[in-house]
Structures are given as structure tokens and as C-alpha cells.
């Protein structure tokens, strides 16, 4: 009763330390605190679960009790001093004594600690531990550099003790162990398994390095120096050895890709006592690399062929559709023209010709372009022209078609003359997107602004409107390909994702700012030259 009582008044003093807790709380890590007896007072989450525990049946369970304890860990706790261990943890003895503890875990296990006393207000230390558990695939070197300290060959009666060959059988890699003449000492049954190796045969025989079909002279060398050998290769496995205790592998037809990593065991007075051998099975990963490979070949293929269709197609639509926008437009002039026939009606029927006309020609310039550009054969020919006048040449083409829909279409131009560097053409067609996109997404009667003005990168095109804005959740969508804002409007999605590459083509950049119900304002930017 004395003792627990004890124990109690100390958890009750450590939960006043509400810093020191509240600090120990939000590491999610591993953690156990300890009395000075090694009673434990506190344990997280993370320390339950890397032991398979329940967190009531710790408290004041005393670690000294634990046959998985080391001794240098009870002393550290004792003697108030830091310790920074690696330890196998056996759950096979907690299994055969469940009064010790009760955990929900099995086999052998790497464990790594780190350990400090830690000083309360009152005076008295508490020993607060950090657990990680090292033997997964992630710190797996660990696991094999705690192994080359524990092997001994020339110590041990057995050339692997029991403890040894239990965690090398528990990992995933193919393990095989050699002595400094090249005999094989010890293979895990993954090696086994792997190599389709009767182990029994192997291991009960004086079989060496060079019996094994699958090592190569570099690896031989590396063994007999005592050097690190880290290499990847093709192996066969289309043969097989009985009196070697071969048999022909049923894992692949005829080969499989392994990684290999060889390294020098030292005994405790750094004298090269045998070879520690580790090989990983990755021909599957290869396999669905080659398959991903094929697959993305055939497929980049097709979209050439795709592009060149849209390309073909693109160019023989527009050819004759040309032919109808002009005769339309002269069959109007011939029948509203000169007065002869003022019909509001005809005029209506007009508007809705040119209106799909030019619905068309987008259409079909947009899937023209995107063809090009998945194709890699879109021409961008730079000239030096003055950005003021074609600009203002813009603003001229698109001022009847915002009339049309009743908008204040405003031109802010400045004093000076700026030039640029680069295909007209393509700088047109991105002002007259944003201009385009304005005029559409802006209710009848609104307000559009197109100016340049200089910038830090050089001059800075602007479109900006008091239309319909866009949704935040939309922002992301706004360059990509095929995303309209308004699902209702006409178009195919294309024209912004478009305008975006041909900017960056030329080295400029692009971008926007909307808020929704307010408007937008669409920019690019370009450098400028001298003329």
C-alpha cells in the first residue's frame, strides 16, 4: 500500500507539471516516464501500440520486471543518466509469463530508445523515454547494422544463434550469410523461398560463394576484400543444380530483378570475421515499369495520330466555312444594303448567322491550336511591332460587337510608344479572348476596360469588367483545358488554357483576379524591346 501511495503522489506531481505535460502530450511519439524504481507513470498512445498494450494494464507496472529490460537501461534509470539503446524485444517471453504484461504482439523485434532524467520543482526526477521501433522496411539498415553487432561467428558454438536466425526469418529481404573463405554459413528462409533453395541441403553441406550460380565475380571479389557492394541486375533462373540443392525457380519464367547489398561483418576487435548478404525481389515493380512504359509509348502515339486527324479535319472545315461566313455577309448586303429592304426581321436572322459564323471559326481555331500543341508543331514567329497601335487595332475590331450589347467599352492608352517582341497574331488572339470573355460574361449595359500600362517585367495588358466575376472554388479551373465557368455558355473550354501556353511560349506571363458579382481583370505580361 506504501508503495502505491508513493506512486501516486508522484503521477499527482507530475500532472501539475502542465508545461512539461502538455509538451510530452503533443509528441506523437513513443513515450514512457518512469519512477526512479522504473515504475511506469505515464505512457502515450504511441508507446501502446508499438507494444500491444493496454494503457491501464501499464501503470504501475515496474520495467525492472521485464525480462526484455537490458541492464544498461536499469542502471541509466538508477544512476539519473542518459542512455541510447538498441535492444531486441521478444515477445515470446512476455507470452509465457502474462502477469508481466500483457501484449497483443509476437516475434522478435528492433527497438531503439533514448532515455534522460528529467527534474520536477519539487526536486525529485522522473526518466522519461522515446521508443521507435527500427526493424521496418523504412529503417531497415538500422536493423542490419544492430545485426552485424550481435553476429559473432567465431564466438558463438552455433555459427547463428537461435535469437539471430528467428529476426533474420522475420524480415521481408532474401538473407544469406557467408564466412571470410566464402562458405555459407546461414540463409533465411526468404532466400530460400526466393532462389527455390532446398536450405536443409545447403546448410547441412560445405557449399561456397562461387557454388552459386547467381553471384557474379563482383560480388565474389567484395567478399574476399571485405568491401560494401551495392548493385542491381537481371538474374537468371533458368537452370537448376540437385547436387547443390538447386531447383529451377517457380517464382518467373526466366529471370527476376534483384538488388543486392553486400557488407563486412567485424568482430569486436574490428577483424573481418564474414559477409552479410541482402537481396530484394523487384522484378514485379520492373515488370509494371515496362508495362507503364509500353502503355504510355502506345498512348503518346495515338495522340499524334489524334492531333494530326484534328489538325487535317480543323483546316478542311474551315476552308469551306470561310466560303459561307462571305457569301452570308454578301447575300445581306445585297438584300438589306442600298435601302432596298429595311426588314428588322432580316437584320435578326443576319445577326444570328454571324454570331454562329464566328462561333465556329473559334471553335474550330481553338481545336486547331490544341491540336498543334499536342503535337509540338504550333509556330511562333516573333517580330518587333508597337503595341500601342495594335492594340488600339483590337480595341477598333471588337467596339461594335460590345456596342451590340449596350457596354462601355473604354480604351486607356498611354503617352509613350512600347514595344514588343513577338507573333502578333498570338498576341491578338489572347487580348481578343479576354476581350471575348468580358463581352459574354458581363450582363448587357456593363463596363469593359482594355489598357497597358508599364510593369516591372516590362508592359502589362489588362481587360477588366464589371460582369458576372468567378467563384472562388472555380479559381483552379480557370486555365485548364475544357472548363467553363458557366456550363450554358457556348464555347469548348479551350480559349484560356490556350492563351496560357502561347504566353509562357513567348516568355510572358499571365494571370487574373475576380471576385464573384464584382467582375474580373485578365492580364498578360511581356518584355519589352527597343525598336
Known amino acids: 500500500m506504501k508503495t502505491k501511495s508513493a506512486n501516486k503522489s508522484f503521477l499527482e506531481e507530475l500532472e501539475n507539471q502542465e508545461d512539461f505535460m502538455s509538451y510530452i502530450k503533443s509528441q506523437k511519439k513513443a513515450i514512457e516516464i ?32 521485464s525480462p526484455n529490460c537490458p541492464i544498461e537501461l536499469k542502471k541509466s534509470i538508477q544512476l539519473n543518466k542518459e542512455s541510447d539503446l538498441e ?12 502477469r508481466i504484461i500483457n501484449s497483443k504482439r509476437t516475434g522478435l523485434h528492433i527497438v531503439n530508445l533514448v532515455g534522460a532524467p528529467i527534474k520536477l520543482l519539487s526536486g525529485k526526477s522522473v526518466y522519461v523515454v522515446i521508443y521507435s521501433n527500427i526493424d521496418d522496411r523504412n529503417n531497415r539498415n ?91 541486375f537481371w538474374f537468371q533462373v533458368n537452370w537448376e543444380n540437385p547436387l547443390l540443392g538447386i531447383r529451377r525457380s517457380h517464382n518467373y519464367d526466366d529471370s527476376m ?16 570475421i564474414g559477409y552479410f ?40 472545315i474551315r476552308t469551306p466555312l470561310n466560303s459561307i461566313i462571305g457569301f ?50 504550333l509556330d511562333i514567329s516573333k517580330d518587333v511591332f508597337s503595341l500601342n497601335d495594335v492594340t488600339e487595332n483590337i480595341y477598333l475590331m471588337l467596339k461594335p460587337k460590345a456596342a451590340r450589347h449596350e457596354h462601355e467599352f473604354i480604351l486607356e492608352t498611354q503617352k509613350n510608344e512600347y514595344f514588343v517582341k513577338l507573333d502578333e497574331g498570338r498576341y491578338k488572339q489572347i487580348i481578343i479572348n479576354f476581350l471575348t470573355n468580358a463581352i459574354k460574361y458581363t450582363p448587357n449595359g456593363g ?21 458576372i466575376g468567378i467563384a472562388d472554388s472555380n479559381f483552379s479551373k480557370v486555365f485548364k483545358r475544357f472548363e467553363k465557368m458557366d456550363s450554358f455558355a457556348k464555347g469548348t473550354g479551350l480559349g484560356l488554357s490556350i492563351c496560357k501556353v502561347i504566353t509562357e511560349l513567348q516568355g510572358g506571363k499571365i494571370g487574373f483576379s475576380s471576385k464573384e458579382g464584382s467582375g474580373s481583370t485578365f492580364w498578360v505580361e511581356f518584355p519589352l524591346v527597343e525598336k
Not at 280 to 297: F, P
Not at 449 to 463: A, C, H, N, Q
Open 447 to 467: 463596363k469593359i476596360i482594355l489598357r497597358y500600362i508599364k510593369s516591372d517585367f516590362g508592359i502589362r495588358i489588362e481587360v477588366i469588367d464589371n460582369g
Open 142 to 232: 538500422s536493423s542490419y547494422s544492430l545485426l552485424l553487432k550481435e553476429l559473432d561467428l567465431e564466438k558463438d558454438t552455433e555459427p547463428v544463434n537461435k535469437k539471430i536466425s528467428l529476426l533474420l526469418d522475420a524480415l521481408d529481404s532474401a538473407i544469406i550469410l557467408f564466412d571470410v573463405n566464402g562458405k555459407i554459413v546461414h540463409m533465411n528462409t526468404q532466400y530460400a523461398t526466393f532462389f527455390n533453395i532446398e536450405r536443409e541441403k545447403v546448410l547441412s553441406e560445405n557449399q561456397y560463394v562461387q557454388d552459386r550460380p547467381g553471384f557474379s565475380k563482383e560480388m565474389i571479389d567484395s567478399l574476399r576484400k571485405g568491401e560494401e557492394l551495392h548493385t542491381e
Open 257 to 272: 530483378y534483384l538488388v543486392y547489398k553486400g557488407l563486412p561483418i567485424y568482430n569486436s576487435k574490428n577483424e573481418y
Open 328 to 377: 452570308s455577309e454578301l447575300i445581306v448586303d445585297e438584300v438589306c444594303g442600298d435601302d432596298k429592304v429595311k426588314s428588322s426581321e432580316v437584320n435578326k436572322y443576319f445577326d444570328i448567322i454571324r454570331q454562329n459564323n464566328e462561333l465556329l471559326i473559334r471553335l474550330i481555331n481553338d481545336v486547331l491550336d490544341l491540336s498543334k500543341l499536342e503535337s509540338g508543331s
Open 87 to 98: 535492444l531486441f524485444y521478444d515477445y515470446h517471453i512476455l507470452e509465457k509469463n502474462r
Open 34 to 65: 518512469f519512477d526512479s524504481e522504473g515504475r511506469v507513470l505515464y505512457i502515450s498512445k504511441e508507446a501502446c501500440k508499438l507494444f500491444g498494450i493496454k494503457k491501464t494494464a501499464s501503470m504501475l507496472f515496474s520495467i525492472f520486471d
Open 277 to 316: 548478404v541482402v537481396m530484394d525481389d523487384k522484378t514485379k515493380i520492373w515488370l509494371l515499369l515496362d508495362e507503364l512504359k509500353l502503355a504510355k509509348k502506345k498512348a503518346d502515339e495515338a495522340n499524334v495520330m489524334k492531333s494530326k486527324f484534328l489538325a487535317n479535319m480543323s483546316h478542311e
